[in-house]
Structure formats: C-alpha cells, structure tokens
C-alpha cells in the first residue's frame, strides 16, 4: 500500500465515523490515529456525549467485532477476560472467552471497578493476549480499547492506577456540541439512529497494511530530538512528581507518524509532535500536591511546556 492510498483510507474510517459523531473531527481522527497506530484510548467525559457511539462506530467502520463491558464495582476480572468451566461429558476444563476477545471493546466507565478488575486489561492491552490456567490466548488483529471515565470527583470511582494509565495511547475528550450540531443529531435520530445503517469502509487486513506504512513513516533527527526536549521537560519540571515514561516518547511519535500519513506526507514534521504531545503525555504525569493545589492541571503543564521547548525550523 502506498502512502496515498493509506492516507485516503484513514480519511474514509474518519469520514464514515463523521456520520455518527457529529462536529468532533479532532476527537475522531485520533481515535482512529490509536486504532492504525494500535494503541488504546481513554475518554474522560461527561455521560451522554457519544463516547459509545464512536466506539461502535469505529468498529462497524472496519467490519470489526465490538464488545461492550459495563464496569462495576463488583464486576470480577474473569467477567472481563474469560473463565475456565469443567465440561462433564468431556471430563475437561474449558475456557470460555470473555468480552475481551474483541477488535474494539469499549470499557464503559472503567473507573467504576476496583483495581483489582482494571488490571485484568493489562495484560490484554500491552501484549495483546490473555493468559489463562497457563495457556496463553491471542486477541483478535486489530485489538483496541476504548475505556470511558467519569471526572474523578463524580461519587463511587476509583483512579487508574499509573501503570494502566501509561497503557493508553491517547486520552481525549468529547464536551457537550454547539448548539447547531446538538440540533443536527437530535434531527438525525428522531426516525432512526446513524449508526444501525453504517457500512465498513475498510477491513481488519487494510488497518494492518495502514499501520505498516504508517510505521514506515520518516521522522528526522531533529523531530526525533524536539520529542526528546519536551519529554526530557517533563521529567525536569519542578511541578510534576512523575514525567513521561518512554513508553510516553514510542506513542509520540507513532501517533505523529499516523497524523502525518492522514494528512497525506510520509514524512513527521514538529506540527505533528506539538499538536499532539497533550493527548498523549498529559495522562502519563504525576503533578506534585502543591501544584495540584495551586490549581494547576497536567494538560495545562504540558501546554507551558511546549511554549518552552524551541521547535526545529
């Protein structure tokens, strides 16, 4: 596949997403930047804001297989990965696989289940497998997830613990529409909701040839050297207990790689790495109390930050 030809299919899963999801281009054409760059999403919003839309959305979009997991309190991690039953006509055990045998499952207010359920992902999300009675089962290609978060100041939630935070590639969000687009999705779902008629636009082989010439994408040594500035400033920050871990810069740069494919360049430029480095980063950091208390936010940070760092000419 060639460069063109993969920028004109991510612009069509952006496209036909667009559909459904009314007036959030940006938010849509990240999350499918995560899906072609195979990284998660984590959607930290109010409820009724179509987190679960762009979900299944993306899913169909790809002809892909979407899994749809309610998190609560007393929700059990062999609820989200699967459990082994004992089959008496064949005197064995045999395991039935959970909702994360999936291409696109949707966890749905994941900070609702106690950590001991939300690390049941990590596995799922970092190597794209489940481990069972040691065996080991492989996850569909592509494997994505898209959890969704209540504010951490909504009553009966728990924090990500920071080892699951830095396995989401992207956090974004969705806010409320204008009130033009508000009109315009109230209109399209009197009769009948967008998203039971949407057809795919690509297939689960066409994302993986995506996501190689994505990867095949040049990024010079000084964009290269621009992400390690600003990675090196978090680190550095007197406000930040905990900067971006590497595994933050590898998803800098690929999410670049892939903004740069949709927009039609085999090539990274410093725009890709600015525009994107709150996205990826801001979940990654830890603030220090008293900066927490000063009002400050890590997405503010980030922001300061890359006014600081000098961009490459």
Same mark, same amino acid.
């Given at each position: 596949?060639?460069?063109n030809?993969?920028?004109?299919?991510?612009?069509?899963?952006?496209?036909?997403?667009?559909?459904v999801?009314?007036?959030?281009?940006?938010?849509?054409? /990240?999350?499918?930047?995560?899906?072609?760059?195979?990284?998660?999403?984590?959607?930290?919003d109010?409820?009724?804001v179509?987190?679960?839309?762009?979900?299944?959305?993306?899913?169909?979009?790809?002809?892909?297989?979407?899994?749809?997991?309610?998190?609560?309190?007393?929700l059990?991690p062999?609820?989200?990965?699967?459990?082994?039953v004992? @089959?008496?006509?064949?005197q064995?055990?045999?395991?039935?696989?959970?909702?994360?045998?999936?291409?696109? #499952?949707?966890?749905?207010e994941?900070?609702?289940?106690? !950590?001991?359920?939300?690390s049941? #992902?990590?596995?799922?999300?970092?190597?794209?497998?489940?481990?069972q009675?040691?065996?080991?089962?492989? =996850?569909? @290609?592509p494997?994505?997830v898209?959890?969704?978060?209540? !504010? $951490?100041e909504?009553?009966?939630?728990?924090?990500?613990?920071?080892?699951q935070?830095?396995?989401?590639?992207?956090?974004?969000?969705? %806010?409320?529409?204008?009130r033009e687009?508000e009109?315009?999705?109230?209109?399209?779902?009197l $009769?009948?909701?967008?998203?039971?008629? =949407?057809?795919?636009?690509?297939?689960?082989?066409?994302?993986?040839?995506?996501?190689?010439?994505?990867?095949?994408?040049?990024?010079?040594?000084?964009?290269?050297?621009?992400?390690l500035?600003? $990675?090196?400033?978090t680190?550095?920050?007197?406000?930040?207990r =905990?900067?971006a871990?590497?595994r933050?810069?590898?998803g800098?740069?690929r999410?670049a790689?892939?903004?740069?494919?949709?927009r039609?360049?085999?090539?990274?430029?410093?725009?890709?790495?600015?525009?994107?480095?709150?996205?990826?980063?801001?979940h990654?950091?830890?603030?220090?109390?008293?900066?927490?208390?000063? %009002?400050?936010?890590?997405?503010?940070?980030?922001?300061? $930050?890359l006014?600081?760092? /000098?961009?490459?000419?």
């Open positions: 596949m060639t460069p030809l993969a920028a004109e299919a991510i612009a069509a899963l952006v496209a036909n997403i667009e559909r999801i009314v007036g959030k281009r940006e938010t849509v054409e /990240r999350t499918v930047v995560a899906l072609i760059s195979g990284g998660h999403v984590l959607i930290e109010v409820p009724g179509g987190k679960t839309m762009l979900a299944r959305s993306l899913a169909l979009s790809i002809g892909g297989q979407f899994q749809r997991i309610q998190f609560t309190p007393d059990l062999t609820d989200v990965t699967g459990i082994s004992y @089959d008496q006509s064949t064995r055990f045999e395991f039935r696989k959970g909702p994360v045998f999936a291409n696109i #499952l949707l966890a749905d994941i900070n609702r289940a106690g !950590p001991r359920t939300q049941a #992902l990590l596995e799922a999300m970092e190597e794209h497998q489940v481990t009675d040691g065996v080991t089962y492989p =996850l569909p @290609d494997f994505m898209i959890a969704t978060e209540n !504010p $951490i909504y009553e009966g939630v728990y924090p990500l613990p920071e080892s935070l830095d396995r989401f590639l992207l956090r974004l969000e969705l %806010g409320y529409p204008s687009e009109k315009t999705v109230v209109k399209r779902q $009769i009948a909701h967008p998203v039971e008629a =949407l057809e795919p636009v690509a297939s689960s082989a066409e994302v993986a040839r995506v996501n190689q010439v994505v990867r095949a994408c040049h990024v010079a040594e000084d964009v290269y050297n621009y992400a500035d600003i $990675i090196q400033a680190r550095e920050s007197e406000s930040l =905990l900067g871990s590497p933050g810069t590898l800098l740069i999410c790689q892939a903004l740069a494919t949709l039609g360049r085999d090539f990274v430029s410093p725009d890709e790495i600015k525009e994107l480095a709150p996205s990826v980063l801001a990654r950091v830890i603030l220090r109390p008293e900066a927490r208390m000063s %009002g400050q936010t890590a997405n503010d940070l980030i922001l300061r $930050i006014d600081r760092v /000098r961009v490459p000419a």
